[in-house]
């Protein structure tokens, strides 16, 4: 029996073509030929995750592909009504999100080999060449320098909650030096990411049709409503680590970001979300750490302040860097831009957060 891909591999095909597709403007007109296929067949969460990847990918690629001036208003039903189901089944909204994006877009070139972005390729890319990897890749590598502080999470709540000073200090301590390492790997993008082309080619396919210029009142998916559905586009803010983190340690921000950041949590997966919300409920950890009266702990707790607010200040000397500065560069010299027409409805603001 032929495996649900084989039957899906119109998908597969068009996915692994998506550059060359884009760039030619060919990916609408491969679409509108491709039959609709049903996701029942699909097996596992493995292949699921796998085709929502593919769709949202297809999706990005099929409404952004003549630029912000020749956007699709519709997205076909061949697209829409397996994108729309696939992603009830998951939980997740019907557009590329981080999850897509990075989490689960990386194979190993050689599966002996290390987890190192010389032994790694995404699974499906955009346009934006060897910048576009390095974009994904180096993303994905600040997720796995969080892994070891997401894994000591658990051992922040024994320490608090039995509890036990040393277990909670050490805990915190590996925390922090996970952030520090989300730090160093971050600084990684200047390495593999040409600013030009994340400002001018990358960033379009990640925007999203909500409070959109270009798609002022959404995208309709054939099939699925006849109104326009309205979703914010794929950001590393839909990425579970620093919210973790923020709940763990108490971090408050203002009113208009914690706003925009409850929102990212509704594009991550469920599974995601509910741990956020289970560290939410503990009893404060700072107020722990206070009144134990202990320096050593203290001092662990404002290492992992300190270190998250310098991974902040570092990212955001990156906005700068690829958002603010390229803009402005785009602007002083067209000529030399490497795209004719950078979007100018993304012109210095967030991809999901105008006015970021
Ligand atoms: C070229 C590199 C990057 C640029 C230009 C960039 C840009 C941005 C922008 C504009 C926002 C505002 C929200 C939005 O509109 O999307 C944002 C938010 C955010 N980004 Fe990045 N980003 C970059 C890389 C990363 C990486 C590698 C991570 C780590 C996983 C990351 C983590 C975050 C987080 C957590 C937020 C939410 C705000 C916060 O919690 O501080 N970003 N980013």
Redo the contacts with the bound molecule.
């Keep these: 029996m032929a495996s649900s891909f084989q039957i899906h591999c119109p998908w597969m095909e068009i996915a692994h073509s998506l550059p060359h597709l884009i760039e030619n403007h060919q990916l609408r007109s491969q679409v509108n030929k491709m039959p609709l296929l049903s996701s029942q067949y699909l097996k596992g969460h493995r292949e699921l995750y796998l085709a929502h990847l593919v769709l949202s990918y297809i999706t990005m690629g099929y409404v952004w592909q003549d630029g912000e001036k020749g956007t699709a208003k519709v997205l076909p039903q061949n697209l829409a009504i397996p994108f729309v189901e696939i992603s009830r089944v998951l939980g997740l909204p019907p557009i590329l999100v981080h999850a897509d994006f990075v989490l689960v877009n990386w194979k190993k070139r050689n599966p002996c080999g290390p987890l190192e972005i010389e032994n790694l390729e995404p699974i499906i890319c955009l346009p934006g060449g060897a910048s576009l990897r390095g974009?994904i890749l180096?993303?994905f590598l600040?997720?796995k320098a969080a892994a070891a502080g997401i894994k000591a999470v658990p051992q922040v709540v024994n320490g608090m909650l039995q509890p036990d000073n040393r277990i909670l200090e050490e805990a915190l301590q590996d925390v922090a030096s996970s952030l520090r390492d989300m730090a160093r790997v971050?600084k990684k993008?200047h390495d593999y990411?040409d600013p030009a082309i994340?400002y001018g080619v990358i960033r379009i396919f990640f925007s999203g049709w909500k409070d959109s210029p270009a798609l002022p009142e959404g995208l309709i998916y054939e099939g699925i409503s006849d109104k326009p559905l309205v979703y914010s586009g794929a950001?590393?803010?839909q990425?579970t680590?620093?919210h973790t983190f923020d709940e763990l340690l108490g971090i408050q921000h203002c009113r208009e970001s914690t706003t925009f950041?409850h929102r990212m949590r509704e594009y991550m997966p469920p599974h995601h979300q509910a741990f956020i919300e289970e560290i939410q409920s503990l009893p404060p950890l700072r107020s722990h750490v206070l009144s134990s009266g202990k320096e050593k702990l203290c001092s662990a707790y404002n290492m992992c302040v300190a270190a998250l607010s310098d991974l902040?200040t570092y990212?955001i000397a990156?906005?700068t860097k690829?958002?603010i500065s390229a803009a402005r560069n785009a602007k002083a010299k067209p000529s030399e831009s490497t795209s004719p027409n950078p979007p100018s409805f993304l012109e210095e603001r967030?991809?999901?957060?105008p006015g970021?």
């Design positions: 974009f180096v993303t600040v997720e971050l993008m990411v994340f950001s590393a803010a990425s680590t620093l950041l902040r990212h990156m906005v690829y958002i967030g991809q999901v957060a970021f």
